[in-house]
């Protein structure tokens, strides 16, 4: 239907199926035409043909799970930069070649963006990537045509379900990952998601006790300063002392996958240790400091999972109360509101109900079915619920009513830096609301 416009850009020749090929815009052309029943499920292929196959002379290191998949590939590209490799990074929150950053539209590109994405960085000298590799990027065949060297897996809770199925389906989609294209497979195996994705030569990762790993941690302790401390458990008995500046036994979890994947590419125990403590994920339990007597915390929370996790992380560490400002995206799966709703209002001293990216829906609507779930709790079991429309109303009103001790959580936006309202995408950042919003405090606020 496009080919005109695809042709005045410059294409030489048309890849489509027999219906495709049919069509007179497409004989007219007069360019090589080449027919498969599956155009994009070959897509991946062909792209990757044309650029010289560019992920066999690159380690490529794929993440996929629901949660945890961007620090995890942060947590490695740390660690091989600590081995002295010279990195890539593809993912939610950037692309990045070396120091050279880009923004990403897509956790994963589309295949012909992917492929040329991995040959400049072959032309640059990259010479390892991590990777979050998506169940959008592998149902929709975006990986296809992608060798990697190591395939990891996270975990699986409910998300994405107005594109897939239901959880089997998303399943099925992550497990794409381990069919055969990853030379060697990485799995944190304390589910039953997990353990169904272990065979022989799997390489594992367990956190829950009682489970049978490969790689593992215990004695998690906090440290003064914030951090955490364990001590990383390896095959034929290699440990070593470790620290994460991340809050979060789920992220020791995403520490030791990420120790797992290094080790399958040869970065030693030190390096390893080295990568973990010197870590940095924007929006991903991400300190705003501005000398304020109150911890504030930006994370991308955005699922039930998610947030339970992200508020139990921060109630670990709170010596007050948790206060948490909370949306949901519209035109997306409609089921988690109510449930997002609940777990706020479980987790927190006071909820702050607001606008997420509404998109094309109406904001009320949206906030209103997150309300019935956070109010549903009640008052015994769940804090106090507000809600406060405008985005930044709603930080200000949070920062404002902090206390000395207390934990501000924004969540569900973390690194973005746009907020899509009605079509149009508004300038928009928490951390930097954040700050500011402490800034104008001042003196420290409510007491």
């Known amino acids: 239907d496009f080919v ?14 027999a219906d495709g090929a049919d069509r007179p815009a497409v004989r007219d ?5 080449l027919v498969h029943d599956d155009p994009r499920g070959i897509l991946g292929s062909v792209a990757a043909w044309i650029y010289g196959e560019p992920s066999l002379r690159l380690s490529v290191l794929g993440v996929t799970g629901t949660s945890g998949k961007t620090t995890t590939a942060y ?16 993912g939610t929150v950037e692309t ?40 959008h990027a592998l149902a929709l065949g975006r990986v296809n045509g992608t060798r990697f060297t190591v395939g990891a897996f996270t975990n699986l809770s409910p998300e994405h379900l107005d594109f897939h199925r239901d959880m089997e389906d998303y399943f ?40 049978d790993a490969s790689w593992r941690a215990d004695g998690i302790t906090l440290t003064p300063t914030g951090e955490q401390a364990f001590v990383l458990h390896g095959p034929d008995g290699r440990s070593a002392k470790a620290t994460l500046p991340l809050p ?29 403590a010197t870590v940095e994920v ?12 109150f911890t504030a915390v930006v994370d991308y929370a955005h699922k039930p999972a998610a947030v339970t996790q992200a508020l139990r992380a921060l109630r670990a560490r709170a010596d007050g109360r948790i206060i948490t400002v909370l949306g949901c995206g519209g035109d997306r799966d409609t089921a988690k509101r109510p449930v997002m709703g609940e777990a706020a209002a479980r987790g927190s001293d006071l909820v702050i109900i607001t606008d997420d990216n509404p998109r094309s829906e109406d904001p009320a609507a949206i906030r209103e079915a997150m309300l019935a779930g956070a109010r549903a709790v009640g008052p ?22 902090a206390r000395p001790g207390d934990v501000v959580l924004v969540a569900g936006k973390g690194h973005e830096t746009g907020q899509e309202i009605a079509g149009v995408v508004h300038p928009f950042s928490d951390t930097g609301e954040l700050a500011a919003a402490i800034r104008r405090r001042g003196d420290g606020g409510t007491e």
């Open 4 to 17: 005109g416009d695809a042709v005045t850009a410059g294409a030489v020749a048309v890849l489509t199926d």
């Open 380 to 401: 015994s079991r769940g804090g106090e619920v507000c809600e406060i429309g405008d985005r930044r109303e709603a930080i200000t009103a949070a920062v404002d009513r």
């Open 172 to 211: 099925a989609a992550k497990s794409l990952l381990f069919d055969g294209r990853s030379t060697q497979e990485v799995v944190v195996a304390d589910t039953a998601w997990g353990q169904a994705l272990v065979n022989t030569g799997t390489v594992t990762v367990a956190t829950e006790p009682g489970v």
């Open 96 to 135: 990045r070649l070396g120091a050279e950053r880009l923004a990403s539209a897509f956790t994963t590109p589309e295949a012909p963006d992917l492929q040329a994405l991995f040959a400049i960085m072959v032309e640059q000298g990259v010479t390892h990537v991590a990777m979050e590799v998506s169940s």
């Open 248 to 276: 979060g036994e789920f992220n020791v979890a995403n520490a030791v996958l990420a120790a797992a994947v290094l080790d399958s590419v040869g970065v030693s125990l030190p390096d390893i240790v080295t990568g973990l």
């Open 75 to 90: 947590l490695v590209e740390s660690g091989l930069r600590a081995a002295g490799h010279h990195t890539g990074l593809v």
């Open 29 to 33: 052309a007069g360019l090589p035409v």
């Open 282 to 293: 924007p929006g991903r339990m991400e300190r705003v400091s501005v000398g304020q007597p």
